[in-house]
């Protein structure tokens, strides 16, 4: 196939902030691509270069289409001031241009219209690739498939909620009927029915189709291509075969990795031994033949010439395996029980009695022991984040008592920079005994950071590097109970299913908040609903 969009060598730059340097990619017409990354890796800069709303600092941004660009941007929302109906007319006019231009080409045609005859065979294959004939009616699906279809065409979009305004927005980016579209987390805002519909849609559209998504399942479902924002290398890389070929990738890199530790384990190993004994493998008091010394001595002086060389040799590539060693992949995540806080030991660690933060959360009872695994989900505003942070002790509540007994790990929704010019090795250590120099080891282990981050100063870290950082010293420190809220978010794909077979080994008490659709198929526990500051006292399901 074509390429249809291209980045050659490209390096984008916010101030002293590198977001590419040298970056390269190609997707091809018709391809179904996913853009993926955490929080901060450049994710929207990639897809606003390529809508060609911003411009890269060097090398070059190519986008061949004769159908049109539609973009999606989380930043450029639609002035408040339109209608809905101003929203949608926008959205339709290049085709109605289109379609006006064709109606005044038609009466041209005659035996006398040679001349317009390119021009109106050019517009009426751009009409009909964008779906021109179809567009009023696919309007109309379209509002209706994402819950729009009882707004008042007249409201301004100032008077919409944000969810609205969000989904509005998405529906006349589909409806314009481009070859090109570009959409940075379309899944925001949609429930599940609107979920399945827009993934029905982008597998059976024409043209190319490149998007920004958090959502596995949604990337399972439609991407045929991902590329990957490396925010720390601030390169793109491209997987195949969708988000399964992703994870095998992946899977296969780390072997290779492995083996690659393992091959110079072994060589160094094999080249230390020969140094250690090769020259003893001269034996001494050979036998003097025909008693001739000078003979005898002249032929020990090469034997020793030819080993004192081999050992040499041998030492040189030594010193070369040593100065550029292999080292061992991360081990895969793991969070750490308490000796007390195994899955084995009933207790009550966690006994929370009718505690309620005004405005936000009513009184709730909930007691946790060990071992227990509780699932809260509900919409946003429902007051998931503030029950977690009243267990945590995060937050006083205004009514009621919460005990605890072991030790609590505790992720919040959004990591705060208390100091923002404290290195980010300074940061993992910080509240441990000893200096931060002596967890080194220890953080690069995990595969979280590379040695060369270590001495950045948190501050400027991205969000997602920000979260990876507080999931460092999470699973850093042994546990009973871990309160996790909405700990998929802001990583990349990759880190996030480590995440959840890290969860799912962990033998210690769980309790998660999280709006994660793959994190919920796979749950294995309690999942409990939280509506307007009231957890429902009976589990929506128990699997496992």
């Known amino acids: 196939m074509p390429t249809q969009l291209s980045l050659h060598d490209v390096t984008k730059r916010y101030a002293d902030r590198i977001v590419f340097d040298g970056a390269s990619c190609a997707i091809a017409a018709d391809e179904r691509t996913a853009i993926i990354g955490e929080n901060g890796s450049g994710k929207s800069t990639l897809l606003r270069l390529l809508a060609g709303r911003e411009r890269p600092d060097e090398g070059r941004v190519t986008v061949v ?144 189709t490149v998007l920004v998504s958090h959502d596995r399942v949604f990337l399972d479902r439609v991407a045929g291509t991902l590329i990957e924002v490396d925010g720390d290398r601030h390169t793109l890389v491209r997987h195949g ?64 010439q030819s080993v004192a060389s081999r050992v040499r040799n041998a030492e040189q590539r030594l010193r070369r395996l040593t100065e550029r060693p292999v080292p061992p992949p991360p081990q895969p995540l793991r969070f750490t029980p308490t000796l007390s806080g195994g899955g084995g030991n009933v207790g009550v660690l966690l006994d929370a009695d009718g505690v309620a933060v005004d405005g936000r959360l009513r009184a709730t009872r909930l007691t946790l022991s060990s071992g227990q ?69 220890e953080l690069l282990s995990l595969g979280l950071f590379d040695r060369e981050r270590l001495g950045v100063p948190v501050g400027e870290l991205s969000t997602g590097q920000r979260r990876r950082l507080a999931l460092a010293r999470l699973v850093s420190e042994p546990a009973d109970l871990l309160l996790l809220d909405e700990p998929t978010n802001h990583l990349s794909p990759g880190l996030v299913e480590e995440l959840e077979a890290a969860l799912a080994d962990y033998p210690g008490a769980v309790v998660v908040v999280s709006h994660d659709r793959r994190l919920r198929e796979r749950w294995r526990g309690e999942h409990r609903v939280m509506t307007s500051g009231v957890l429902a006292s009976e589990p929506v399901s128990v699997t496992g």
């Open 373 to 441: 695994r509780l699932l809260i989900s509900g919409a946003n505003g429902a007051g998931k984040s503030t029950l977690l942070r009243v267990l945590a002790g995060e937050l006083v509540p205004d009514a009621g008592r919460v005990v605890r007994r072991g030790r609590i790990g505790y992720l919040p929704q959004e990591v705060e920079v208390e100091r923002p010019k404290e290195p980010l090795l300074a940061a993992f250590g910080q509240g441990r005994p000893g200096r931060p120099t002596e967890y080194l080891d």
């Open 65 to 208: 289409t004769t159908g049109g660009l539609g973009y999606l941007g989380q930043d450029a929302p639609l002035p408040a001031y339109l209608t809905v109906r101003q929203a949608i007319d926008d959205a339709l006019a290049e085709l109605r241009r289109i379609e006006a231009r064709l109606r005044e080409l038609e009466p041209l045609l005659g035996d006398s219209g040679q001349r317009w005859l390119a021009e109106y065979g050019e517009l009426a294959t751009v009409f009909e690739l964008r779906g021109g004939y179809d567009a009023d009616a696919r309007v109309e699906r379209t509002l209706h498939a994402l819950g729009l279809a009882g707004v008042d065409r007249s409201r301004r979009l100032g008077e919409l909620s944000g969810g609205e305004q969000a989904r509005l927005h998405l529906a006349a980016v589909l409806s314009a009927g481009s070859e090109v579209l570009l959409l940075d987390e379309p899944t925001n805002h949609l429930d599940d029915d609107s979920l399945s519909w827009l993934e029905e849609h982008l597998r059976g559209r024409r043209g190319s």
């Open 241 to 304: 075969d969708g988000y399964a070929g992703y994870l095998a990738e992946r899977a296969a890199a780390r072997r290779r990795w492995a083996q690659a530790h393992l091959d110079w384990q072994t060589e160094v190993g094999r080249l230390r031994e020969a140094v250690a004994t090769t020259a003893r493998q001269v034996a001494p008091g050979r036998e003097m033949k025909d008693r001739n010394k000078m003979a005898y001595d002249r032929n020990g002086g090469r034997v020793q």
